[in-house]
T-cell receptor, first 115, second 116 residues
Framework: GGIITQTPKFLIGQEGQKLTLKCQQN?????MYWYRQDSGKGLRLIYY???????QKGDLSEGYDASREKKSSFSLTVTSAQKNEMAVFLC??????????????FGAGTRLSVL | GDSVTQTEGQVTVSESKSLIINCTYS????????LFWYVRYPGEGLQLLLK?????QKGSSRGFEATYNKEATSFHLQKASVQESDSAVYYC?????????????FGSGTQLTVMP
């Protein structure tokens, strides 16, 4: 088995601040993902990385940057936090990108609040 | 584009009663999408409950079942007798290879509360 660790669990920021969320996985999976979840809505894909050194934009990439520093880690940066923004950010990984029936494994999430 | 619809945001059921959580989908694939149910138990990360990749087939896990109905474009989640430990948020999802993207599209989730 493996685990996905997201840090921090809670993140409080100020309007306009740059904020970074981190994710580590020990599954040795090739592909990693960042999703955003707003209350009452489904998960929306922000960025994904098919393999180390790769970055792909999802449907919600505007306002975010991402970095795949190494195979096991994938960071997400909120480039300018929006006032009153509240959301949960979920990191996930899958064995690879090659099959649409792959299972995704998720971390517990980072809950963001912007004052 | 592809979409997944879960009409109930919250469902409350008494222990030992039957359950159905509705899910319908729309996909642009010329084939058929893969369908999934993910679940998040309190304090835990989202995890796969079951998946079905062939139209007409049924998936099952932990007493839950879901049948891939391509005519109705539905993938409803059912359980004959729920337990308090089934209280969680359930997400229906699909992946569609039509655009070569493979990404998962999620519904908005259904919060299940099982009353003792």
């Amino acid at each position: 088995g493996g685990i996905i660790t997201q840090t921090p669990k809670f993140l409080i920021g100020q309007e306009g601040q740059k904020l970074t969320l981190k994710c580590q996985q020990n599954f040795n999976h090739d592909t990693m993902y960042w999703y955003r979840q707003d209350s009452g809505k489904g998960l929306r894909l922000i960025y994904y990385s098919i393999t180390e050194n790769d970055l792909q934009k999802g449907d919600l990439s505007e306002g975010y940057d991402a970095s795949r520093e190494k195979k096991s880690s994938f960071s997400l940066t909120v480039t300018s936090a929006q006032k009153n923004e509240m959301a949960v950010f979920l990191c996930a990984s899958s064995i690879n990108w090659g099959a649409s029936q792959n299972t995704l494994y998720f971390g517990a999430g980072t809950r963001l609040s912007v004052l | 584009g592809d979409s997944v619809t879960q009409t109930e945001g919250q469902v409350t059921v008494s222990e030992s009663k039957s359950l159905i959580i509705n899910c319908t989908y729309s996909a642009t694939s010329i084939g058929y999408p893969n369908l999934f149910w993910y679940v998040r138990y309190p304090g835990e990360g989202l995890q796969l409950l079951l998946k079905v990749i062939t139209a007409g087939q049924k998936g099952s896990s932990r007493g839950f079942e879901a049948t891939y109905n391509k005519e109705a474009t539905s993938f409803h989640l059912q359980k004959a007798s729920v337990q308090e430990s089934d209280s969680a948020v359930y997400y229906c999802a699909l992946s569609d290879a039509s655009s070569g993207s493979w990404q998962l599209i999620f519904g908005s989730g259904t919060q299940l509360t099982v009353m003792p």
